[in-house]
């Protein structure tokens, strides 16, 4: 089992695929991640089957959970339960977040 992630190099590898997230571990009982989104880049995601915690490595906008608006900067922290809309919009900079799922990422 993998025990060391290199969240770097995925931002990397994200700059060449298609996709602007990366779930780097996807465990039963817990799922963990990296996104980054560009200025003008749309957040795609669907409400998910499991509680989620976003933590802000940089950048700006903001998290729209069920159509209220928070303000994300660098160091900030979110909590989204399942099966809940939401979405990052409005950044001026690259954002990067780092994302733990309570369970499997589906």
Do not use: C, W
């Not at 931002?11 to 980054?36: P, V, W």
């Not at 200025?39 to 940089?58: A, C, I, L």
């Amino acid at each position: 089992m993998k025990i060391a992630f290199d969240t770097n190099q995925y931002l990397k590898n994200l700059a060449k695929e298609r996709s602007y997230f990366h779930t780097f571990l996807n465990r039963q009982n817990i799922a963990a991640g990296i996104l980054e989104l560009k200025p003008g880049e749309k957040d795609t995601q669907e409400p998910h089957e499991s509680d989620e915690v976003y933590y802000v490595v940089r950048g700006d906008g903001f998290l729209d959970i069920e159509g209220k608006q928070y303000a994300v900067s660098d160091g900030m922290s979110y909590f989204v339960a399942k099966d809940v809309a939401h979405h990052f919009h409005g950044n001026t900079e690259d954002l990067v977040v780092v994302y733990f799922f309570s369970g499997q990422d589906s």
